[in-house]
C-alpha cells in the first residue's frame, strides 16, 4: 500500500472534506462531514487522522469559504484553483467546470491543458446553488436523493417562474395548493435550478463537455437537466464532492509545503 | 454680498485657516510615526495638504449661507462660470463621497430610504437627500443652495434628483442638457445646443449672484481650470512607470480638488506638488505596491467605504491598480479646453465625458490603458448604483478577453455598503490573481 504524501482540505460552507494523496498524486484517502461551526477544530481533527494515518506530518493546502482558519496548511488557495485542478486530474480533459456548492455556484473554463482560461461564481444570492435544493427538499419533506427521483419519473414540468429561492418557495406552496402534481412540481424547481446555472455558465463561455463536481453534482436530475440545456455531454468524477480538496492535495504535493507542527 | 466681510473673513481665513494649517502639521507628524505597512509604501507626503484643502472647501461652505451665493452641481457640469461669479459650489456627489469614506452613507441611505426612496435608486442620490432631509453630515454643515445645476452628462438620474433638491430646499434648477454621442465627435449643432444652454444659466446665475459675470474673470478661471486637469492627466500618466509609485486608490482620493476646486489656483499648486513628488519615486523607483507583480485597470467608481480594505488585498497579492477609467474622466478634455472660447470650449468638453459616450469609446479607453499602462488584467466594477458605467461591462469582459486580457467583474455599490460583500470579493479577487499568476 503507498503512503500518504501530501492532503488538501476543503472547508465548504455546508461540508468540510480532507483528502490524502500519494507521491503520484492518487487519491488514496478522504473525509467528508457535515460543516461544524468550530470549523477551526474540525479542520485540525481531520488533519490530525490524515496524520495518525501518515505517521507523519504532510504538507497541506486548504481551501474553500473557511480556508483562512485551517491552522496546518502551509497556504490557502482559492476554489477555483483547486476545483479546476482536481477536476483536470481526475477527468484527464479540458472542459467547463460546473461546481455546484452548498452556498455558490462556479463556472470554470479549463484549456486542453488544465489552464483555467476564465470563470465566473454566482452572487448574492442562493438561487443557482444547494441551498435552493435543501429548502425545497425540506418544503416538501423529502431527501434530496428523493428529490432527484421524482423529478426524474416524470416528463410534466410546472413552470416555476422565479429564480430566488425565498419567492420560488412561496411559488411551490401555491402550485402544491392548487393541486399540481408533487413530481412535476419538483421537476419544474430542478429546471429553475438548472436554467439559472445554464445562464452563468453561458456568460463565462461554455466548453463541452461539462465536467460537474461539488455536492449538487450528485442530483441525477441536475446533471441530466444541465446537458439537455447547454445541450453538451456532462462528465462526473468518481467522486464530485472531493473535488475541491483533491485539488487542494494536488497543490500541496506539487509544492511541497510543510504541515506546521501540530499541538 | 459684500466684498468684504469681516465675519467672513475671521471665521474662514483667519480662525479656520490657522486650524486646520494646525491640523496639516499634526497629521504630516502622524504620517512620519505611522508604521511602515506591508505591502504599501508610505502614502504620499503631499497628503496632509489635500486634507486641508478639503477641509478648506466645506468650511467656505459652512459659512457661506447669507454671504456667498450657494450653487449645488453635478459632478460633469460646466461649473468654471459659477466659479467666476463667486458662488460657493458645493458637489453632492463628493460630499457623498466623503460620507461613504467616513462610513456614514449608509445611515444617510436610511434616511432617504424612511422617506419613500427605492433601494434601487443610486446611492449618491441617497445619501444626498438623506443629508439634505435630516442635515446630517461629517463636514459639519452643508449650505442651503441658492442654485440648483444639473448637467446630464453622467446620468439620467440627476434629472430627478436635482427636481428634488430644488423643492426641498426651493431654489430654481437649470438643466444643461447634452445629447449622448453615437460618434466619436460631436456634431456642431450638439455643440451649439449646450453652448446656447450655459449662456442661458449665466443669465440665471447673475440673477442669482446680484452680479455680472466678466468675461476677464472667467478666461482666468477657466484657464486655471485647464492647468488642473493637464496636471492631473500628467499625475495619471505616472502610472506608466515600473513600479507605479501610485494606484488608482490614491487616485480617488486625490481627485477630489480637480472635481470640486477646478479653477482656483491653489489646486493647480497642490497637483504641481503632487506630481514632483511622484516623479521623486519614479526616480527613486518606489512603487505604491511594495512587490509589484501585477498591474491592473480599475473601471467604474471606486468602492468608497473599500477603498483602504480592496488597496491592502491587492498589495498583499502584488497586485497594482495602475489606471482607472474613472479618475481618466477629469483628465482625457484638457485638450478641448480654451480658455479664449470659454462658453463655447466648455460646450464642447462638457459633451464629451465618458459616460455621455457609450461602452464602445469606454471599451477603447480601456485597451488603451492596457496597452499604454502594460497591464496584465482589468477589474470591471459592476456598480449597482451607476447603471450607465455599468452597462456593457459582460461585453466588454468578453471583447477584452478576445485580446487576451482577462477581466474580473466584481458586483458592488460605490456608496452602499450593504451592497458588497466581503467574503465573496475577496474570494473572487484571489482566484483572478491565482488565474493571473498560473
Not at chain 1, 133 to 148: F, H, I, P, Q, Y
Amino acid at each position: 500500500m503507498s503512503a500518504l504524501a501530501a492532503v488538501g482540505i476543503d472547508a465548504g460552507s455546508t461540508t468540510m472534506k480532507a483528502v490524502g494523496v500519494d507521491s503520484s498524486g492518487a487519491l488514496l484517502w478522504s473525509l467528508l462531514e457535515e460543516a461544524d461551526p468550530r470549523l477551526e477544530a474540525q479542520a485540525a481533527r481531520m488533519l490530525e487522522a490524515a496524520r495518525t494515518r501518515a505517521g507523519r506530518a504532510l504538507p497541506v493546502v486548504a481551501t474553500g469559504y473557511g480556508r483562512a482558519l485551517v491552522r496546518g496548511a502551509g497556504r490557502a488557495v482559492t476554489e477555483i484553483t483547486c476545483h479546476a485542478r482536481g477536476v483536470f486530474r481526475a477527468m484527464g480533459a479540458g472542459g467547463t467546470v460546473v461546481d455546484v456548492g452548498g452556498q455558490d455556484s462556479k463556472v470554470i473554463v479549463l484549456s486542453g491543458a488544465g489552464a483555467v482560461e476564465s470563470f465566473s461564481m454566482n452572487d448574492k444570492c442562493a438561487a443557482g446553488t444547494g441551498r435552493f435544493l435543501e429548502v425545497m427538499a425540506g418544503r416538501l419533506r423529502m431527501s434530496l436523493d428523493r428529490l432527484s427521483e421524482e423529478a426524474l419519473c416524470t416528463r410534466e414540468e410546472a413552470s416555476v417562474s422565479s429564480t430566488c429561492t425565498v419567492f420560488a418557495e412561496s411559488e411551490i406552496i401555491s402550485l402544491l395548493a392548487r393541486g399540481v402534481d408533487v413530481a412535476s412540481v419538483v421537476r419544474g424547481l430542478h429546471r429553475s435550478l438548472v436554467k439559472r446555472i445554464a445562464a452563468q455558465a453561458r456568460a463565462a463561455g461554455v466548453r463541452a463537455p461539462l465536467l460537474l463536481s461539488g455536492g449538487v453534482a450528485r442530483s441525477a436530475a441536475v446533471r441530466a437537466m444541465l446537458g439537455e440545456e447547454l445541450k453538451s455531454p456532462v462528465l462526473l468524477p468518481e467522486h464530485p464532492q472531493l473535488m475541491g480538496a483533491y485539488g487542494a492535495a494536488l497543490l500541496a504535493l506539487a509544492e511541497g509545503t510543510r504541515m506546521k507542527e501540530q499541538g | 454680498m459684500s466684498a468684504w466681510d469681516p465675519v467672513w473673513h475671521w471665521n474662514v481665513n483667519v480662525l479656520g485657516a490657522s486650524f486646520l494649517r494646525l491640523q496639516r502639521l499634526r497629521s504630516r507628524r502622524a504620517l512620519e510615526r505611522t508604521p511602515e505597512h506591508p505591502h504599501l509604501a508610505p502614502p504620499l507626503e503631499t497628503g496632509p495638504r489635500l486634507k486641508e484643502l478639503i477641509s478648506r472647501h466645506y468650511l467656505k461652505g459652512r459659512h457661506a449661507e447669507g454671504r456667498r451665493p450657494v450653487a449645488w452641481v453635478t459632478s460633469g457640469a460646466p461649473a468654471e462660470f459659477l466659479n467666476a461669479l463667486g458662488f460657493c459650489i458645493i458637489y453632492p456627489e463628493n460630499h457623498g463621497a466623503v460620507c461613504g469614506i467616513r462610513r456614514v452613507a449608509e445611515g444617510l441611505c436610511g434616511k432617504a430610504e424612511d422617506a419613500g426612496w427605492s433601494r434601487d435608486v443610486c446611492s449618491y442620490a441617497r445619501t444626498d437627500i438623506g443629508a439634505a432631509l435630516s442635515g446630517e453630515t461629517p463636514v459639519g454643515k452643508l449650505p442651503r443652495p441658492d442654485l440648483l445645476l444639473c448637467c446630464t452628462n453622467i446620468c439620467q438620474t440627476v434629472l430627478y434628483w436635482y427636481r428634488v433638491l430644488g423643492r426641498h430646499f426651493q431654489a430654481p434648477v437649470v438643466v444643461i442638457d447634452t445629447p449622448f454621442l453615437y460618434g466619436a465627435e460631436a456634431p456642431e449643432h450638439a455643440v451649439d445646443y449646450v453652448r446656447r444652454q450655459i449662456e442661458e444659466a449665466v443669465q440665471v446665475a447673475q440673477n442669482v449672484a446680484g452680479r455680472d459675470l466678466t468675461h476677464q474673470r472667467l478666461r482666468e478661471v477657466t484657464r486655471l481650470s485647464k492647468q488642473a486637469i493637464e496636471l492631473w492627466g500628467e499625475i495619471l500618466s505616472r502610472g506608466r512607470a515600473h513600479p507605479a509609485p501610485l494606484t488608482a486608490f490614491d487616485e480617488f482620493i486625490h481627485l477630489a480638488p480637480v472635481v470640486e476646486m477646478r479653477g482656483e489656483a491653489f489646486t493647480v499648486d497642490y497637483y504641481a506638488a503632487m506630481l514632483a513628488a511622484l516623479d521623486e519615486r519614479v526616480k527613486k523607483g518606489i512603487g505604491a505596491v511594495k512587490k509589484e507583480r501585477r498591474r491592473l485597470v480599475w473601471d467604474n467608481l471606486p468602492v468608497w467605504a473599500r477603498v483602504r480594505w480592496l488597496s491592502e488585498k491587492l498589495a498583499e497579492r502584488g497586485a497594482s491598480l495602475v489606471a482607472s477609467t474613472y479618475t481618466n474622466a477629469w483628465a482625457e478634455l484638457a485638450p478641448m479646453v480654451d480658455p479664449e472660447k470659454p462658453v463655447e470650449s466648455a460646450a464642447r468638453v462638457y459633451l464629451h465625458p465618458i459616460l455621455n459616450r457609450g461602452p464602445g469609446h469606454k471599451l477603447e479607453v480601456m485597451r488603451r490603458m492596457v496597452r499604454d499602462f502594460g497591464a496584465h488584467g482589468v477589474l470591471l466594477h459592476s456598480d449597482r448604483s451607476c447603471k450607465p458605467y455599468s452597462i456593457g461591462q459582460m461585453d466588454q469582459r468578453e471583447r477584452l478577453a478576445a485580446d487576451g486580457v482577462p477581466a474580473l467583474l466584481l458586483e458592488a455599490d460605490h456608496n452602499d455598503p450593504r451592497a458588497f460583500s466581503e467574503e465573496q470579493t475577496a474570494t473572487r479577487l484571489a482566484a483572478f490573481l491565482e488565474v493571473l499568476e498560473a
